[in-house]
């Protein structure tokens, strides 16, 4: 990692830690006390916008592993989705599982299906790959929508996540659930990328002729990718399902696939830090034309009436296309340029 200027490795451990300096570790004290404390000053609106950028995070995480480090391209993510929120809901619901069983199960499940769907990357890559996995987007919803256990087109309710006999209820218990998943996940991605694993993954998306011949099992790496991208998918599917309460096949679109691509792209491929950032950036967007801008524009009545609504996804695209024109390579790459500052701060060490 980049450190600031007179920082020095002096032994592996040292190289390979997260937080090195006096600075690193303040403000992540600092982030630690605003992350824990913002239940006491979001209201209940805002903090249930917390709670989806929180499931986000946990998806896009898995997505970014899958295609932003191991080449992967994957249309069908809100499918792997669905898979963790339905085995998560049909197993609280029908069968009365502890929350914590359903959880690990929801990613194991969505982990086997896209084991199943990942096959054909051994064979094939890109725009095929693409395919492979948009119609594995529309089996898992069609049955989801014709299999009695998931509720069929009415959908299933879910009860409550609980541990130890505390239910999760109000928005800010289930913002500090998810807010742990969230960091954990995180977490864990930074430490795949810099474990072998990491540079396998590394190694297939810039050359899988050369990482085949220099000893690396396509077949394995493809397939662990695939598994721990639709876990993740499947931990923030059960996430999704206990928080909304209810679930029907409509919450997993093929557009929300194709906006998670958007999302890694935005925050940065590659990095750990992009998907936080790109899910921070969409999911405030949506919020800020939702909430201010369409409201703006029909109380000025310029427009006709039920305009201004329709108005928003056209103003959506566009904030996306001009971002992109902007700052193609992504804000984690705009952060690493503004930590070049940051090197030369007289308290940096």
């Not at 992540?28 to 916008?49: A, D, E, I, K």
């Not at 599917?237 to 792209?265: D, K, N, P, R, V």
């Amino acid at each position: 990692m980049s450190l600031p200027s007179g920082t020095r490795n002096y032994a592996y451990a040292q190289d390979m830690a997260i937080l090195r300096t006096k600075t690193h570790w303040a403000l992540f004290f600092v982030f630690l006390v605003f992350l824990f404390t913002t239940p006491l000053y979001l209201s209940r609106y805002w903090l249930g916008v917390a709670n989806l950028i929180g499931i986000t995070i946990v998806a896009a995480t898995g997505l970014n592993i899958l295609i932003g480090y191991c080449g992967q391209l994957s249309i069908g993510h809100a499918g792997f989705i669905a898979v963790g929120a339905y085995t998560s809901a049909i197993l609280t619901n029908r069968f009365e599982l502890p929350y914590v069983v359903a959880l690990v199960c929801a990613g194991l499940m969505a982990g086997i299906i896209g084991l199943i769907f990942g096959i054909p990357s051994v064979r094939v890559k890109g725009f095929y790959l693409a395919i492979t996995t948009i119609a594995a987007q529309f089996i898992i919803i069609w049955v989801i929508n014709h299999w009695n256990i998931t509720g069929g087109f009415v959908g299933i309710s879910v009860p409550y996540a609980s541990i130890g006999g505390f239910e999760f209820r109000s928005e800010a218990s289930q913002y500090y659930l998810i807010i742990i998943i969230a960091a954990l996940v995180t977490f864990l991605a930074q430490n795949i990328v810099r474990t072998r694993l990491g540079r396998a993954f590394i190694a297939i998306r810039d050359n899988d002729l050369a990482a085949e011949v220099m000893g690396i099992n396509l077949f394995f790496y493809k397939m662990l990718a695939f598994f721990i991208g639709c876990f993740l998918a499947g931990i923030a599917g059960s996430l999704l399902a206990h928080w909304i309460g209810y679930m029907t096949a409509e919450h997993f679109t093929l557009s929300e696939s194709i906006l998670y691509i958007g999302m890694i792209i935005i925050g940065g491929l590659g990095t750990t830090l992009g998907p936080i950032l790109g899910v921070l950036f969409i999911r405030l967007l949506q919020q800020a034309l939702t909430v201010m801008v369409v409201p703006f524009l029909e109380s000025t009545r310029i427009l006709p009436a039920g305009f201004a609504t329709g108005l928003a996804p056209l103003l959506f695209g566009l904030f996306i296309i001009l971002f992109l024109i902007l700052e193609p390579r992504g804000l984690a790459h705009r952060w690493s340029l503004f930590k070049s500052a940051y090197r030369l701060w007289p308290f940096s060490y």
